[in-house]
């Protein structure tokens, strides 16, 4: 490899910016438990004049990867080519979620638009505080020429880019205008990606110059680093405290989230329940915490949650949030908890999360705060009734799921839920089930019987259209030899089919369950729900009058998926659909599966919502729909209180 002009110092590599960072992290490790992995597995990239001669050159040259010190090779940085570079991070986040926010990907791209395009994978992977490390290229530091190519000129800040739209987005974020400036900067990267308190996107801008510039690196920036995940034990007070409000309780309920699945705290928690009787509802992050069959899984919570988890959350008076942020889904915008002395206390590693709804905190990892509650709680265990109450309940529910995954007939067109009640019948336990946004999450949340702790994935935190089939490639990666499910309705394909591509390019064997029901499904019927009548949300031809309320429009999403590369099995019927889903099960190449359903007006056939979301209704307004819906909001948004 080339020096440069000048020989390196002693004790120093002469390597470019770009050069730098990849020999760094490729010798970045985390380790939890005793168990050690790679901290940024592999890149994501599309290369651009932003990038291309930077990190580009970097993955490609050989001498970076030599171990530090020594002639022996070091970690291969594996890169993946990608069609999207916001799909690009959704699965970089799918792969981090999957392998327990330990290890994650890292995704480089072009300045202009290349970069902006990260924005809302990086808002997803912050809001649900999943890790991924963002490496846009940027302007040229030295300004030879100003503006370059793709730039954005601000006429009163000259060191402001088109970058900077990523800063509310990322949990730490830094332009390295200097080469020296990538030592402190890549150190803080790696502290925040794996701080479970911290974590998020981060974003180190690179601007196209200094990726090129050589520079003379200490050795012992290219050491082999250990990042070390940290598990809080609880405050002794906050923790007596906390012990004093759950043997005071006689209706406890527990609500998990995605933070049991970050601690990797499911066996902690089946003991604690097992051990005090107290049920379990799950927000759609903490679905699986406990399995569908354990007698104290009373299913989800919230808007999209059943009857007998949110009659328990109706009727608690101590609420136990484990590692939720309590969104508005899951407090029913603030009118599910209605005990007149309702308490909460919440288990979380951040204090933020803690000390929500005026909240006892304890703040801890989620093991082992549950570890410490189910010590100090040891002769503890709800009343015998209060466990009857649940389970009866439980049962019942379970007998309406029955109801809407029914097939009376083999030859119809499926329903949504029947198309989940089929799949249902097909999995085990292997299977992964990803979804994030439509009318599929609601029926999932209520539906879908989690047979392990991580095949619930649902991404609802930002619930981004489009994140279903670059996040199943991500997943697949991290859990190779599982099944991986991709489920997305006709709105959300035509968002971000792209990485179709990509999984038949590297053979990542993703199953697409495409479902067909000509417009938006959800939104359409929460447009009729306030008023609004279902405008703009069917994919209709437009009528004479203005109205989208001609025939559907002759799109062909099973033609499209097929010219992208993937094989392609069409479903007419409840019979053709079992047979399809099983054979793309045990496909060993990307397959979808496309079913059209019943129309929009009967898409979603589940038991109605059980609780209240606020979305506010017009204050006044001539039309009649829209003056019932606003009747209706003011009797449901009188029921909203604030905890103290």
Known sequence: MSTGPHPPRPGTRRLTTAQALVAFLSRQYTERDGRRQRLIGAMWGIFGHGNVAGIGQALLEPGVGTAAGTSAPAPHMPFYQGRNEQAMVHAAVGFARQSGRLSTHAVTTSIGPGATNLVTGAALATVNRLPVLLLPGDVFAARPADPVLQQLEVPYAGDVSVNDCLRPVSKYFDRITRPEALVPAALAAMRVLTDPVETGAVTLALPQDVQAEA?????????????????????????????????????????????????GAERALQTFVDATGIPVASTQAGKGSLQHDHPADVGAVGHTGTATADGLARAADLVIGIGTRYSDFTTASATLFAHPDVRFLNLNVTGFDAHKLAALPLVADARTGLEALTAALVDHRVDHGYVAEYTGDKERWEQRVGVAYEVRDEEDRPTQPQVLGVLDSLVTGDDIVINAAGSLPGDLHKLWRARSRDQYHVEYGYSCMGYEIPAAIGVAMAAPGRPVWALVGDGTYLMNPTEIVTAVQENVPIKVVLLQNHGYASIGGLSESVGSERFGTAYRHREDDGAYTGAPLPVDLAANAASLGMRVIRAQTVRDLREALAEARAADVPTCVYVETETADTVSGPPPAQAWWDVPVAATATRSSAVKAREEYDRQVAARRHHL
């Open 215 to 263: 520079y003379d690196w200490p050795e012992a920036f290219f050491a082999e680093r250990v990042w070390r995940v940290r598990r809080p034990q609880p405050d002794p007070d906050e923790l007596a405290e906390a012990v004093r409000a759950v043997r005071a309780a006689r209706r406890p309920l527990v609500i998990a989230g995605g933070g049991v699945h970050h601690s």
